[in-house]
Nanobody
Framework: QVQLVESGGGLVQAGGSLRLSCAAS????????LGWFRQAPGKEREFVAARSWTTIEYYADSVKGRFIISRDNAKNTVYLQMNNLKPEDTAVYYC????????????????WGQGTQVTVSS
């Protein structure tokens, strides 16, 4: 019922920056939380960041201070500004949505995008 499309991934050198975008469409209520997760080769999916409809934000310890989540509610779009990227940030990044409060748990999210690849070279 909700479609999410990520964009902005690519190849970047260590220390560089990328900004991911996730556009939501379909049956969106306007009061939903959006989150970012990632899955690296050989690892399980992990939480990256999440933001509520208003101002509540959560970050994983591994990205705190480097990544910034923001959203434009009028455009139904959430962004993930990734600064000072490290090779260990290499992963497929997924956007997720839920019709409740922001959460750090992937199981709480009902809608997922297809993912966008982020590769950080050393």
């Amino acid at each position: 019922q909700v479609q999410l499309v990520e964009s902005g991934g690519g190849l970047v050198q260590a220390g560089g920056s990328l900004r991911l975008s996730c556009a939501a469409s379909g049956r969106t209520s306007g009061n939903y939380a959006l989150g970012w997760f990632r899955q690296a080769p050989g690892k399980e999916r992990e939480f990256v960041a999440a933001r509520s409809w208003t101002t509540i934000e959560y970050y994983a310890d591994s990205v705190k201070g480097r990544f910034i989540i923001s959203r434009d509610n009028a455009k139904n779009t959430v962004y993930l500004q990734m600064n000072n990227l490290k090779p260990e940030d290499t992963a497929v990044y997924y956007c997720a949505a839920r019709q409740q409060r922001a959460s750090r748990l992937s199981i709480d999210y009902a809608y997922w995008g297809q993912g966008t690849q982020v590769t950080v070279s050393s």
